[in-house]
């Protein structure tokens, strides 16, 4: 391995100093054909390799594309749930929507470094959903269910069937409750996954028992078992492996992730936790003990010497096909010879009479390899197929027409060639055409027709495609079948979809307004004419004019809005209650909102929701004459929700700081992490401490340690954040919370707070807490997680100058947002607070 990597690395500096640029993309100015190199490197070997996580991100990217790339090895990343929980950096969407984005940020990730993608988590909304920071397996397990947790990554395990298998993390208490929980899974999923006894109606599904090799846990030095260096060179996709895994990981944008590194060695280092074969003091390589090709498998059927022959034959070839690279014609030509004795092979074993557990196993990684072989085939022919959907956005009922290009840029004619459209039961695909034979250099079109039923399912953002392309042809009289998604994303919308604003609504029962508007936002997503009839839909005792609107369309994507006056009673009481709008299309109810979600990164996908406006009723005293200026971070809407209760927010936008006169304003407030997203905050800083410093006031909502927070200059006195963050958060949105100075006027003006505003509260209580504060900090409030030592950095205090500053840790925007009373009141109180 050493003199791998000084070889290596010798070859990189020679590119250096031949000055050969290596572009982000990957690809160096004379490009290599990637597309076929990919293909070809996975016929090196036959192991699996698994590596799971809890989040998106969680994949241990340089070595993930070491294992696929670098070695050919088929590799996964299974993920317990979609990211739902964390905060979005490129956008607004939270919740379900940021998990979408995640999801689909993972999944063009693997494409990078060439790694099938599973999820436990199966649709919005799902048990395994990620609820925010967690302390403990216990309360993680809780939430998300324990039995569907491990039922799923069962089956996930016996479908997939990896020789290997690693967490990317530890069960230790300095990691996130959710990195623990699927630790704890995986390694008891190592002797269940194998036990027949363990959710048996799985294997009456049709899966099997399977037993995972080894198991390895990520180590240091000096724990490890087995080491191994990543940081080589590949003039394949002109950088190392290290580089490769972090462009896969720029494009987790939503997290701001990826970053650029240079060429240098990376050591993994391995423990091998369990195994099947005995754990040893050191390995040679994490592979020892497990068959890594078809010529070592044959030393396991030796008792079945012409099976045992052709096995080596097949890797011989195999390997044949790989040393013809770049030759694309050549391994074109040899791959369907290949092929067929592939198949050839697998009958051999099927008629065989080797025990039923070799057997299973050797016709799945034959089977693997077949799908590798179709696959370079495809690759090597220069076959190309496009599924273009005319109209993506289908509706119940309706239709749209497909067209299937095939081109043949090779040498090699394609013939019998039969192209079918797969979309799901009952539903009606027509074809006009059909090509017989695609000569090199020609091009066949097929046309069809798609009928959506009435009773089709909508759109889920975590189903596979509904339709896609299935294309069968004979080259050198070898049959390959080959699947084909359509370049767009194709979704069963409703016809009219809706949308109401304000989504959330605050009725302040210590000022209840006579009268409020809602609009509601009609999209046609019928292609054509449509005729329909909104109307909303409010609580008993409320009224709402006008009753309903007809509305219609012209065309589709058209929008129209109608806006409706509802009246509350003059009585509201304090409570949840929701305004429900609803369109009658072709005599059927239609409620549901559409939020269409298009990043250049992972293209257009779907959100499909019960439309509603979802309101809150409580008091909530303010001033409003006080002028409050907001520096928004992009990572918050709390400023929006307080002009919608009727506070003078005014926003300060990038440039405003350095230009307005902050003496105007009674408070500022800095949204989450602003110092993070605003260059204009930090160059800016000092003037906001004279503001404070000549009388007025600020409040600071949390930063993370790292985002250009300076402990003695940021603030006005010493304030350091708390590091490891882990260690420094109440994840108990329940905890018990003690006011330290219950008379304090933060606690009484203008809103009274009492025990009732700290319940209801959502995720969690608090995150990066203050670890430090100078004297002239003081703290307002005490709270902790179960069975640990209590924070009281949660609201810190100080008097500066002739004004006062305002730091808090409690997450006020999760409150504020989704109407929280608590996080209303006592926020307010803190932006009215006038150091008296």
């Known amino acids: 391995m050493r003199k791998k990597w000084f070889s290596c690395l010798a070859s990189f500096l020679l590119l250096v100093s031949l000055m050969v640029p290596i572009q982000a993309n990957g690809k160096e100015k004379d490009q290599k054909p990637v597309e076929l190199w990919g293909a070809l490197k996975p016929l090196d070997t036959i192991v699996s390799f698994m590596n799971t996580g809890a989040h998106p991100d969680d994949e241990r990217s340089d070595m993930l594309a070491y294992l696929s790339r670098g070695r050919g090895v088929r590799t996964a990343s299974l993920l317990a749930n979609r990211g739902e ?51 403990s397996v216990e309360e993680t397990l809780t939430k998300w269910g324990e039995d569907v947790a491990y039922e799923r990554l069962i089956r996930i395990i016996r479908t997939y069937r990896p020789d290997i298998i690693m967490p990317s993390f530890l069960n230790v208490n300095t990691e996130h409750g959710h990195h623990r929980t699927v630790n704890v899974l995986t390694l008891r999923a190592f002797k269940d996954a194998a036990d027949p006894k363990v959710f048996p109606e799985q294997l009456k599904e049709g899966l099997s028992p399977w037993q995972i090799k080894k198991l390895y846990l990520p180590a240091s030095d000096s724990s490890a078992t087995t080491s191994f260096e990543i940081g080589m060179y590949d ?196 074809r006009k055409d059909q090509a017989k034979t695609v000569k090199p250099g020609e091009r066949a079109v097929i046309h069809f027709t798609v009928h959506v039923p009435k009773n089709a399912s909508y759109y889920q953002p975590y189903d596979p495609p509904v339709i896609h392309s299935k294309v069968t042809y004979d080259v050198k009289r070898t049959k390959t079948t080959h699947q084909f998604e359509p370049k767009q994303t194709v979704a069963v919308l409703p016809e009219v979809s809706l949308q109401s604003d304000p989504e959330s609504l605050v009725v302040n029962t210590a000022d209840v307004k006579e009268k409020m508007e809602v609009s509601v936002k009609a999209k046609n997503y019928q292609k054509g004419p449509l005729h329909s009839v909104l109307s909303l839909k409010v609580p008993r005792n409320w009224k709402v004019t006008p009753s309903a609107v007809p509305v219609s369309f012209t065309k589709q994507n058209e929008e129209k809005t109608v806006t409706f006056t509802v009246k509350p009673p003059k009585d509201v009481k304090e409570g949840n209650f929701t305004f429900d709008p609803f369109a009658v299309v072709h005599q059927r109810m239609v409620n549901t909102a559409v939020q269409v979600i298009h990043y250049d990164h992972i293209g257009t996908f779907y959100y499909l929701y019960d439309a509603k406006t979802k309101g809150v009723s409580f008091p909530l005293a303010f001033n409003k004459n006080l002028k409050i200026g907001y520096v928004e971070s992009g990572f918050d809407n709390v400023a929006d929700e307080l002009r919608r209760v009727g506070m003078n927010i005014a926003s300060l936008t990038e440039g405003q700081l350095e230009t307005t006169d902050l003496s105007q304003f009674d408070t500022i407030v800095l949204g989450i992490r602003a110092y993070l997203s605003r260059e204009d905050l930090l160059a800016n800083n000092q003037k906001l401490l004279d503001y404070v410093k000549n009388g007025g006031h600020l409040v600071v909502q949390y930063n993370k340690p790292e985002d250009h927070w300076d402990a003695d200059s940021t603030a006005p006195y ?14 108990d949105e329940q905890a018990n919370v003690t006011v330290l100075k219950p008379e304090h006027a933060l606690f009484n003006t203008p809103n009274k707070i009492t025990d009732k505003d700290w319940d209801n ?4 209580r608090g995150l990066y807490y203050p670890s430090e504060w100078s004297d002239q900090f003081e703290p307002l409030v005490r709270m902790a997680d179960p069975n640990e030592k209590p924070f009281d950095g949660g609201i810190l205090l100080a008097h500066y100058g002739k004004g006062t500053y305002i730091y808090s840790s409690l997450v006020w925007y999760r409150q504020i947002q989704n109407q929280v009373p608590g996080g209303y009141r006592i926020f307010t109180n803190l932006m009215d607070y006038n150091g008296e």
């Open 718 to 731: 010493k304030l350091v954040i708390g590091s490891p963050s882990i260690q420094w958060r109440v994840t």
């Open 761 to 764: 509260w959502i995720q969690e």
């Open 235 to 430: 003039d394949i996709y002109g950088m190392t492996y290290p580089q490769l895994g972090e462009e896969s990981r720029f494009l987790h944008k939503s997290q701001g992730m990826g970053k650029k590194i240079p060429a240098e060695p990376r050591t993994i280092h391995l423990n091998l936790a369990k195994s099947v074969m005995g754990i040893p003091v050191k390995e040679s390589s994490m592979f020892d003990s497990i068959p890594y090709n078809f010529k070592e498998y044959a030393a396991n059927v030796s008792n079945e010497p012409k099976i045992s022959t052709e096995l080596k034959k097949l890797q011989n070839e195999l390997e044949q096909l790989i040393s013809l690279y770049p030759n694309d014609d050549k391994i074109a030509d040899l791959t369907y010879d290949v092929l067929q004795h592939e198949r050839q092979v697998a009958k051999m074993v099927k008629a065989s009479n080797m025990d039923k557990t070799t057997k299973e196993d050797l016709l799945f990684r034959l089977s693997i390899k077949e799908q590798q072989l179709t696959k370079l085939s495809e690759v090597a022919s220069k076959v190309k197929v496009e599924t273009d959907v005319e109209n993506p956005t289908l509706v119940r009922n309706g239709s749209t027409k497909v067209k299937v290009t095939i081109s043949n840029n090779g040498k090699k004619a394609l013939q019998h060639v039969n192209v079918n459209l797969s979309a799901p039961e009952q539903w009606k695909v027509t």
């Open 85 to 135: 929980g964390g905060q979005n950096e490129i956008g607004n969407e939270l919740g379900n929507a940021l998990g979408i984005i995640r999801s689909r940020e993972l999944m063009e990730a693997a494409k990078i470094t060439g790694v099938q993608v599973f999820h436990l988590s199966q649709k919005p909304d799902d048990e395994i959903y990620d609820f925010g920071f967690s302390k």
